[in-house]
């Protein structure tokens, strides 16, 4: 089956700094990818869309600016949290799809520990 | 109200068990229903994909829709300690790729 691969697994950084989080699509090309954020305990909310070539689309509540997400290319897309705080520290997954109406796959998730 | 509610769980039984695990919704728009399981600190794998009401049956798992109850589950049969793992419902009033997930529902199957 397809393969999303998501790197890196795992990352710890200081109040202030800046995280990017890749998400690749490695046997398909991606039209169109989804990042999730994951609480413990709790479900995955989407917090934006990305389409190959143009400005990813946020849900409600998710600051554009602090979460910067580009999918310049098929295969790739890339969520930045700048001046990351600790109440940012979570789970974040990303899913692709190639065309409509294909399956999404998910990638493994970053674990985000701000400190 | 969430647009889905799950039951977060533990569920635990014995091996060998018939699972039944459930997720109601408000959103009569949905008409994409799936069920993936996930793994502690790892993306969701999918299981089962329906669309609108019926049933799908794959191997020891089968998942129903029920539109007019608002209502899907999803049953694992002669359950394995494998199959120990968080269970989340899915859904999409489009094929747009935009899912709405339940809280998830951690089993545990005991050898």
């Known amino acids: 089956g397809a393969v999303v691969s998501q790197h890196p697994s795992r990352v710890i950084c200081k109040s202030g700094t800046s995280v990017k989080i890749e998400c690749r699509s490695l046997?398909?090309?991606?039209?169109?990818m989804f990042w999730y954020r994951q609480f413990p305990k709790q479900s995955l909310m989407l917090m934006a869309t990305s389409n190959e070539g143009s400005k990813a689309t946020y849900e409600q509540g998710v600051e554009k600016d602090k979460f910067l997400i580009n999918h310049a290319s098929l295969t790739l897309s890339t969520l930045t949290v700048t001046s990351a705080h600790p109440e940012d520290s979570s789970f974040y997954i990303c899913s692709a799809r190639g065309m409509p109406n294909e399956k999404l796959f998910f990638g493994s998730g970053t674990q985000l520990s701000v400190l | 109200q969430k647009e889905v509610e799950q039951d977060p769980g533990p569920l635990s039984v014995p091996e060998g068990a018939i699972v039944s695990l459930n997720c109601t919704y408000s959103n009569s728009a949905f008409q994409y229903f799936m069920w993936y399981r996930q793994y502690s600190r790892k993306g969701p794998e999918l299981l089962m994909y329906?669309?609108?009401?019926g049933n799908k049956e794959d191997g020891r798992f089968t998942a129903q829709v029920d539109k007019s109850s608002k209502y899907i589950s999803l049953f694992i049969r002669d359950s394995q300690p494998s199959d120990s793992a968080t269970y989340l419902c899915a859904m999409s009033a489009s094929n747009t790729g935009k899912l709405i997930f339940g809280q998830g529902t951690t089993l545990q199957v005991k050898p």
């Open positions: 046997d398909f090309q991606a039209t169109t």
């Open positions: 329906t669309y609108s009401s």
